[in-house]
């Protein structure tokens, strides 16, 4: 079914055009950007020569090989419009992969909604994380795990039969969140009063998460071997190998970041060589704490309106660690009152 999508795909890719791009995003992510914001372009836009048929993200959900026309349908996009975004897929499963390891039961949007699925929190309260924490590391080639992995085969079976897209289309990782969003995914908002009540029972669970997410990234990188010292995530490079989430750190004290969030991301990227950090919501409250991690090379801010953003320039660009998909209005409002960007601010118009 993909096959006529892939071979039109793999016509338009221009190398040159593909080279260049990774060349501006290799030197944005090695700090060598001389501009004020890092927004690239292609050379030239490739339109695609037959109609690409939309997927929803639930046939996706259900469908291997619509999961896979999904994915590449993005590339040819990027080409059609000449986006300086880099090309990629992933095994696009949604927030509880690394979840449904433990049990929890999946929430399927609506299909109009086209968005991707949830989770329920696992029934039985603390007791049922106790019994987690007894069972110990579970299988990861299971439940969204398997399914994941298996996308990832198949996406090393298209490189295989298409050079230019095994070159120019980025396989990147499934999306484990972080141990301390785990964490909360799997028992749900009473995870807060855990962190007080039952601390001991929680850094045991994230003990548990964090070495599961290291063994199914071991399983995902047997599949897809990294490309030397850099990852792309989300259409956009960085240097190291992972892309952390951390959502739930912005309803914890720094105190509490430091103790039940800070160590269990460093493990991880002590594993693969580091990486980049996404947060939802505040972070300018724990972010200088953030910025002493060994390894953390960028940071990824989707509400600036809710931070103190000068606050975080100091504790990223002015420590060397670039800030991806900034809003322009942000990056142009910290230029306007003379702040230095150092040319590590990537933005995305609004």
């Known amino acids: 079914m993909t096959e006529r999508y892939l071979e039109d795909l793999e016509s338009r890719i221009d190398e040159a055009v593909e080279e260049e791009l990774f060349n501006k995003w290799r ?7 001389t501009g004020e914001i890092f927004y ?32 590449y349908r993005r590339s040819s996009e990027f080409l059609a419009s000449g986006d300086g975004s880099l090309m990629c897929v992933r095994a696009n499963y949604g927030t509880s992969i690394l979840a449904s390891l433990f049990g929890v039961k999946l929430f399927m949007m609506d299909e109009k909604l086209d968005t991707l699925p949830t989770s329920w929190p696992l029934e039985g309260g603390s007791d049922a994380i106790e019994r987690i924490v007894k069972a110990g590391v579970p299988d990861v ?8 992995l298996e996308i990832g085969r198949r996406f090393v079976e298209i490189a295989r039969k298409y050079p230019k ?10 999306d484990l969140q972080g141990p301390m969003d785990i964490c909360e995914v799997v028992r749900g908002s009473e995870v807060f009063y855990d962190l007080v009540d039952k601390p001991d029972l929680i850094k045991a669970f994230l003990n548990v998460i964090t070495e599961a997410y290291i063994r199914l990234m071991k399983e995902w990188d047997a599949i897809i071997a990294p490309r030397g010292n850099y990852a792309v995530h989300w259409e956009m490079l960085h240097r190291g190998h992972v892309m952390l989430r951390d959502d739930s750190a912005m309803n914890l004290s720094p105190a509490m970041y430091e103790e039940f969030v800070k160590p269990f991301d460093q493990r991880v990227f002590d594993a693969f060589g580091g990486g980049a950090i996404h947060f939802c919501g505040r972070c300018d409250h724990y972010i200088e704490s953030m910025s002493a991690m060994r390894g953390l090379y960028a940071v990824n801010m989707s509400q600036p309106h809710l931070n103190d953003v000068e606050k975080v320039l100091r504790s990223t660009v002015d420590k060397g660690i670039s800030v991806l998909a900034l809003p322009r209005s942000a990056a142009e409002a910290a230029l306007a009152r003379g702040r230095d960007l150092k040319g590590l601010v990537h933005s995305l118009p609004d």
């Not at 050379?43 to 994915?71: T, Y």
């Open 40 to 71: 690239p372009l292609r050379a030239k836009a490739a339109p695609p020569k037959i109609v690409w048929p939309k997927v929803s993200i639930n046939e996706a959900f259900h469908d291997p090989e619509k999961m896979l026309l999904h994915q």
């Open 141 to 148: 080639r299971q439940a969204l795990g398997a399914k994941g």
């Open 27 to 33: 030197d944005f992510a090695d700090g060598r950007f």
């Open 165 to 174: 897209i095994a070159k120019h289309v980025h396989i990147y990782h499934l």
